[in-house]
Every structure is written in structure tokens, then in C-alpha cells.
T-cell receptor, first 117, second 111 residues
């Protein structure tokens, strides 16, 4: 089955620094990947849709200059949290699909727990 | 726009049944169901497509009423391993490939 690898699984950084999170589709090509953020005891909220070879599409209220997304190849998307602050501490999860359309499943990475101190 | 799930939380004894509902305010192409354990990524359970479709996965099944824009997940003879938070994910018509997660239902199974 489809596998999505995400790392790091946990990262602690100082306030004001930047953190990069990688999401890889291991056995399939993904022209589109998705980045979610999840706060404790809440649902997953879509941050942005990462498109290979073009700009990401951000959801309303998500700062694109703060959450930089790069999808340089068909198997890799990265999310960089720039100038991180404690309120950015959260669980970040990526997902990808093997095919398009309403009937294809989404495979999720294992998530990254970001703590900003 | 986020689908609303009910109940928010439920506690069951092992062997009891549960129903989790998911309601959307927008027209849907499909509904996906996931289970998430604490600190882990969501795990795919099933997709429901259209037309009152029902599906089953071991003792977990679901239905989708596209006219009412609702889906229900049925867990029968619950096992301890069923504990976790269940999310529906809705794929909207014209939604640009996005999956929008519902508010979540926390299920706790006790011996």
C-alpha cells in the first residue's frame, strides 16, 4: 500500500528560529500533498495544498509567508515554519494521494510534534 | 464549513455498540472515515461514495446519505482496540481535492 514518510517526528526549537518538516511519498508519485495542523483535542485543520512545480494554495487565515511550502519533486513536499513562536507549537501532519478524484483515499504521514520554547 | 460530528464523546463497555454521525452543510462527493490514536496520525477506515452506500470493515460499517449530506459510522461489539478519536472527512463537489475533517468523536472503550 501507499506509504508517506514524515520527519522529524518531534522537534523542539527556540522562538524566532525556523523549522523544516519533510513529507515523502515512498512508493508513489504525488502531484498534490496536503498539510494539516492539529491542536490538542481538536480536529485536523487543513493549512495548505502543496502542488508539485507550482505555488501552494493556502487556506483562509494561514500566513503563507510564515508557513513556506515547497513541492520540488513528485515525492517530496516540505513545510518550513519561519520565525516560530510558542503559539506555533502543534502537531503537523501531511498527506498524499495516489490518484485524484473523490474516490481515492488519503495516506497520512506519522506527524511532527513541534514545540517552540 | 467543517462537518459536525455527534456525539462529541462516548464511553462504552467492551462489547457494546456505538453510532457516530457526521453532518455536512455542503453537497458531498464522498465521505471518508478515519480513526486516530493519541499522538498518532489518522488511520483510514473506509470511503463511502454515493447513493446511500453502505460499507463494512470487520465490525465497523458505515452509511452515506448524500441527499441529507450525512454519514454514520457503526461500531458493533466494540473492542478495546476501537478506542480513539473518529473523524469523518468530507470531499466536496468542486472542492479541489481537499479533504475537510469533521469535529471528531472521542470513543473510549472500557473493559
Amino acid at each position: 500500500g501507499a506509504v508517506v514518510s514524515q520527519h522529524p517526528s518531534r522537534v523542539i526549537c527556540k522562538s524566532g528560529t525556523s523549522v523544516k518538516i519533510e513529507c515523502r511519498s515512498l512508493d508513489f508519485q504525488a502531484t498534490t500533498m496536503f498539510w494539516y495542523r492539529q491542536f490538542p483535542k481538536q480536529s485536523l485543520m487543513l493549512m495548505a495544498t502543496s502542488n508539485e512545480g507550482s505555488k501552494a494554495t493556502y487556506e483562509q487565515g494561514v500566513e503563507k509567508d510564515k508557513f513556506l511550502i515547497n513541492h520540488a519533486s513528485l515525492t517530496l513536499s516540505t513545510l518550513t515554519v519561519t520565525s516560530a513562536h510558542p503559539e506555533d507549537s502543534s502537531f503537523y501532519i501531511c498527506s498524499a494521494r495516489q490518484s485524484r478524484g473523490p474516490y481515492a483515499g488519503y495516506t497520512f504521514g506519522s506527524g511532527t510534534r513541534l514545540t517552540v520554547v | 464549513q467543517q462537518p459536525v460530528q455527534s456525539p462529541q464523546a462516548v464511553i462504552l463497555r467492551e462489547g457494546e455498540d456505538a453510532v457516530i454521525n457526521c453532518s455536512s452543510s455542503k453537497a458531498l462527493y464522498s465521505v471518508h472515515w478515519y480513526r486516530q490514536k493519541h499522538g498518532e496520525a489518522p488511520v483510514f477506515l473506509m470511503i463511502l461514495l454515493k447513493g446511500g452506500e453502505q460499507k463494512g470493515h470487520e465490525k465497523i460499517s458505515a452509511s452515506f446519505n448524500e441527499k441529507k449530506q450525512q454519514s454514520s459510522l457503526y461500531l458493533t461489539a466494540s473492542q478495546l482496540s476501537y478506542s480513539g478519536t473518529y473523524f469523518c472527512g468530507t470531499y466536496l463537489m468542486g472542492g479541489n481535492e481537499k479533504l475537510t475533517f469533521g469535529t471528531g468523536t472521542r470513543l473510549t472503550i472500557i473493559p
